[in-house]
């Protein structure tokens, strides 16, 4: 699944020229994901600066957490100063991000003509720690109202527009009956408020969700777009993080809340797309030259 907010809301790219922001990134200091043993970048072979600085961020990063998924949550979700230090300098690596630099083009919605989907989904990479992907929606495509439970999504719309519609949910699981009408409302509904309901785009823009702020959100695509994902941790069942899809009635009194109810969704589907960009090593390899 996807995702936009950040602890403390909804963050959009930085007002700064791209281009600019590209630069200032592409003559900095070293990566520093250097590779202790060779003194060589994990990703020497990224032909995008930019995205060469924030792969060897992330295998700096996520070395520590390896396979100790408890470790992978707190360091994502812990809320203190490294949980906020890590997410500045993930949002500063991804403001600079644009489709070219994963070497997929506008027109990459047409691999989705004939097919039943109309999402389809490049992985870049997929471990213990985090979940690297790109989505990609025709236009009017539409991934349906999902959750990410003690997650953090960092996203990067690559191209296109799309509207972003996020709640923050309570916390507290309903268990009362409706008054309206008497009945109980599913296992693991619960009362949301609403976040953001905006428009993203057409320039790249950043965004992000954590474990509370807008981690209930849906996404429509306004224009066959695209967008890349830094998922941390990743989806793990076994964990306790499924993700749980729901469907969303406004509160009887016209308030700004949503009574969430787990639902099925029918007739959503992804189509896996082949990724041919530059691949991410994980912090706990090593390169092969």
Same mark, same amino acid.
């Given at each position: 699944?996807?995702?936009?907010?950040?602890?403390?809301?909804?963050?959009?790219?930085?007002?700064?020229?791209?281009?600019?922001?590209?630069?200032?990134?592409?003559?900095?200091?070293?990566?520093?994901?250097?590779?202790?043993? @060779?003194?060589?970048?994990?990703?020497?072979?990224?032909?995008?600066?930019?995205?060469?600085?924030?792969?060897?961020?992330?295998?700096?990063?996520?070395?520590?957490?390896?396979?100790?998924?408890?470790?992978?949550?707190?360091?994502?979700?812990?809320?203190?100063?490294?949980?906020?230090?890590? %997410?500045?300098?993930?949002?500063?690596?991804?403001?600079? *991000?644009?489709?070219?630099?994963?070497?997929?083009?506008?027109?990459?919605? @047409?691999?989705?003509?004939?097919?039943?989907?109309?999402?389809? !989904?490049?992985?870049?990479?997929?471990?213990?720690?985090?979940?690297?992907?790109?989505?990609?929606?025709?236009?009017?495509?539409?991934?349906?109202?999902?959750?990410?439970?003690?997650?953090?999504?960092?996203? @990067?719309?690559?191209?296109?527009?799309?509207?972003?519609?996020? !709640?923050?949910?309570?916390?507290?699981?309903?268990?009362?009956?409706?008054? %309206?009408?008497?009945?109980?409302?599913?296992?693991?509904?619960?009362?949301?408020? *609403?976040?953001?309901?905006?428009?993203?785009?057409?320039?790249?823009?950043?965004?992000?969700?954590? +474990?509370?702020?807008?981690?209930?959100?849906? *996404?429509?695509?306004?224009?066959?777009? %695209?967008?890349?994902?830094?998922? /941390?941790? +990743? !989806?793990?069942?076994?964990?306790?993080?499924?993700?749980?899809?729901?469907?969303?009635?406004?509160?009887?009194?016209?308030?700004?809340?949503?009574?969430?109810?787990?639902?099925?969704?029918?007739?959503? /589907?992804?189509?896996?797309?082949?990724?041919?960009?530059?691949?991410?090593?994980?912090?706990?390899? @090593?390169?092969?030259?």
């Amino acid at each position: 699944a996807v995702g936009a907010e950040a602890g403390g809301g909804e963050m959009l790219g930085s007002d700064a020229p791209l281009a600019a922001a590209r630069g200032a990134a592409e003559v900095g200091a070293p990566s520093p994901g250097a590779d202790d043993d @060779r003194g060589r970048s994990l990703h020497a072979a990224v032909s995008s600066p930019a995205l060469r600085l924030l792969f060897d961020y992330l295998s700096e990063v996520t070395a520590t957490w390896l396979v100790d998924d408890e470790a992978a949550v707190a360091a994502a979700t812990d809320g203190g100063e490294r949980d906020a230090a890590f %997410a500045a300098k993930l949002r500063q690596q991804l403001d600079v *991000l644009r489709a070219s630099d994963f070497e997929i083009g506008m027109d990459e919605a @047409r691999r989705l003509n004939g097919s039943q989907s109309k999402v389809g !989904y490049l992985e870049v990479y997929s471990g213990p720690e985090l979940t690297l992907c790109i989505f990609v929606l025709q236009q009017g495509a539409r991934i349906p109202l999902h959750d990410h439970p003690q997650m953090r999504v960092f996203g @990067r719309l690559l191209f296109g527009r799309m509207r972003l519609i996020s !709640y923050t949910p309570e916390g507290i699981p309903v268990v009362e009956p409706d008054p %309206a009408d008497g009945e109980r409302p599913p296992p693991g509904s619960c009362w949301a408020s *609403l976040q953001h309901n905006r428009e993203l785009g057409p320039l790249p823009t950043t965004y992000e969700l954590d +474990p509370r702020n807008g981690n209930i959100h849906e *996404l429509h695509a306004i224009e066959d777009t %695209a967008f890349f994902d830094v998922v /941390t941790p +990743p !989806y793990n069942i076994v964990a306790g993080r499924g993700c749980t899809y729901y469907a969303a009635t406004q509160d009887s009194e016209g308030k700004n809340r949503f009574l969430m109810v787990p639902t099925n969704v029918a007739g959503f /589907t992804t189509q896996a797309l082949e990724y041919h960009g530059p691949r991410f090593i994980p912090g706990r390899s @090593r390169p092969t030259w």
